[in-house]
Nanobody, 124 residues
Protein backbone atom coordinates (compact mmCIF):
# COMPACT_ATOMS: atom_id res chain seq x y z
CA UNK A 1 0.00 0.00 0.00
CA UNK A 2 1.21 3.50 -0.87
CA UNK A 3 -0.13 6.57 0.89
CA UNK A 4 0.66 9.93 -0.68
CA UNK A 5 0.28 13.25 1.09
CA UNK A 6 1.52 16.80 1.07
CA UNK A 7 -0.47 18.30 -1.74
CA UNK A 8 -2.36 21.54 -1.45
CA UNK A 9 -3.04 24.97 -2.87
CA UNK A 10 0.00 27.17 -3.39
CA UNK A 11 0.75 30.35 -5.28
CA UNK A 12 3.01 30.33 -8.30
CA UNK A 13 6.62 30.42 -7.20
CA UNK A 14 5.89 28.53 -4.02
CA UNK A 15 7.04 25.11 -2.85
CA UNK A 16 5.54 21.85 -1.72
CA UNK A 17 6.97 18.62 -0.40
CA UNK A 18 5.06 15.48 -1.25
CA UNK A 19 5.52 12.31 0.77
CA UNK A 20 4.59 8.73 0.06
CA UNK A 21 4.70 6.10 2.78
CA UNK A 22 4.81 2.44 1.78
CA UNK A 23 3.59 -0.50 3.78
CA UNK A 24 3.08 -4.19 3.30
CA UNK A 25 6.19 -4.87 1.21
CA UNK A 26 9.94 -4.48 1.45
CA UNK A 27 10.31 -0.87 0.38
CA UNK A 28 13.99 -1.17 -0.50
CA UNK A 29 13.17 -3.78 -3.16
CA UNK A 30 11.36 -1.20 -5.25
CA UNK A 31 12.30 1.69 -7.46
CA UNK A 32 9.90 4.53 -6.79
CA UNK A 33 8.32 7.08 -9.08
CA UNK A 34 6.11 10.13 -8.98
CA UNK A 35 3.61 10.69 -11.75
CA UNK A 36 0.97 13.35 -12.27
CA UNK A 37 -2.26 13.67 -14.12
CA UNK A 38 -3.92 16.93 -15.03
CA UNK A 39 -7.59 17.08 -16.07
CA UNK A 40 -8.04 15.78 -19.59
CA UNK A 41 -4.43 14.68 -19.90
CA UNK A 42 -2.53 11.42 -19.70
CA UNK A 43 -0.74 10.44 -16.53
CA UNK A 44 2.89 11.44 -16.98
CA UNK A 45 6.19 10.67 -15.34
CA UNK A 46 7.57 13.37 -13.05
CA UNK A 47 10.52 11.83 -11.22
CA UNK A 48 11.97 8.47 -10.23
CA UNK A 49 14.59 7.05 -7.88
CA UNK A 50 16.14 3.61 -7.79
CA UNK A 51 16.01 1.41 -4.72
CA UNK A 52 19.45 2.50 -3.47
CA UNK A 53 18.59 6.15 -3.84
CA UNK A 54 21.70 7.10 -5.81
CA UNK A 55 20.19 7.33 -9.26
CA UNK A 56 17.32 9.66 -10.11
CA UNK A 57 15.50 10.78 -13.21
CA UNK A 58 13.30 13.79 -13.90
CA UNK A 59 10.92 14.92 -16.57
CA UNK A 60 12.20 17.95 -18.45
CA UNK A 61 9.22 19.94 -17.21
CA UNK A 62 10.35 19.71 -13.57
CA UNK A 63 14.11 19.29 -13.92
CA UNK A 64 15.97 21.84 -11.87
CA UNK A 65 12.88 22.66 -9.80
CA UNK A 66 12.21 19.32 -8.15
CA UNK A 67 14.14 16.79 -6.08
CA UNK A 68 13.15 13.21 -5.41
CA UNK A 69 14.61 11.40 -2.43
CA UNK A 70 13.87 8.38 -0.30
CA UNK A 71 14.41 7.08 3.20
CA UNK A 72 14.41 3.30 3.16
CA UNK A 73 14.45 3.14 6.94
CA UNK A 74 11.20 5.12 6.99
CA UNK A 75 9.68 3.45 3.90
CA UNK A 76 9.11 6.90 2.45
CA UNK A 77 9.76 8.64 -0.83
CA UNK A 78 9.63 12.41 -1.15
CA UNK A 79 9.20 14.91 -3.94
CA UNK A 80 10.33 18.44 -3.15
CA UNK A 81 8.89 20.85 -5.70
CA UNK A 82 10.07 24.45 -5.90
CA UNK A 83 9.22 27.41 -8.08
CA UNK A 84 5.85 25.90 -8.78
CA UNK A 85 3.96 26.95 -11.89
CA UNK A 86 0.24 26.81 -12.73
CA UNK A 87 1.02 24.08 -15.24
CA UNK A 88 2.19 21.88 -12.34
CA UNK A 89 -1.43 21.64 -11.22
CA UNK A 90 -2.40 17.96 -11.20
CA UNK A 91 -3.06 14.95 -9.04
CA UNK A 92 0.30 13.51 -8.07
CA UNK A 93 0.71 9.76 -7.65
CA UNK A 94 3.52 7.74 -6.19
CA UNK A 95 4.22 4.32 -7.64
CA UNK A 96 6.46 1.33 -7.01
CA UNK A 97 8.37 -0.73 -9.56
CA UNK A 98 9.88 -3.99 -8.35
CA UNK A 99 13.64 -3.68 -8.76
CA UNK A 100 14.32 -6.72 -10.90
CA UNK A 101 17.09 -4.69 -12.55
CA UNK A 102 18.87 -1.39 -11.99
CA UNK A 103 16.91 0.28 -14.79
CA UNK A 104 14.82 3.22 -13.64
CA UNK A 105 11.69 3.20 -15.75
CA UNK A 106 9.79 6.31 -16.73
CA UNK A 107 6.84 4.54 -18.32
CA UNK A 108 3.87 3.97 -16.01
CA UNK A 109 3.36 0.46 -17.38
CA UNK A 110 6.37 -0.80 -15.44
CA UNK A 111 4.99 0.29 -12.08
CA UNK A 112 3.16 -2.37 -10.11
CA UNK A 113 1.62 -0.45 -7.24
CA UNK A 114 0.10 3.00 -7.03
CA UNK A 115 -0.91 5.37 -4.30
CA UNK A 116 -4.25 7.16 -4.20
CA UNK A 117 -2.93 10.52 -5.35
CA UNK A 118 -2.64 13.94 -3.77
CA UNK A 119 -3.93 17.13 -5.39
CA UNK A 120 -1.51 19.95 -6.15
CA UNK A 121 -3.05 23.22 -7.27
CA UNK A 122 -0.88 26.17 -8.22
CA UNK A 123 -2.60 29.51 -8.58
CA UNK A 124 -1.26 32.27 -10.80
Amino acid sequence: QLQASGGGLVQAGGSLRLSCVASGRTFSEYHMGWFRQAPGKEREFVAGIIWRGDITSYADSVKGRSTISRDNAENTVYLQMNTLKPEDTAVYYCAADYASSSVLHTSRGFYDYWGQGTQVTVSS
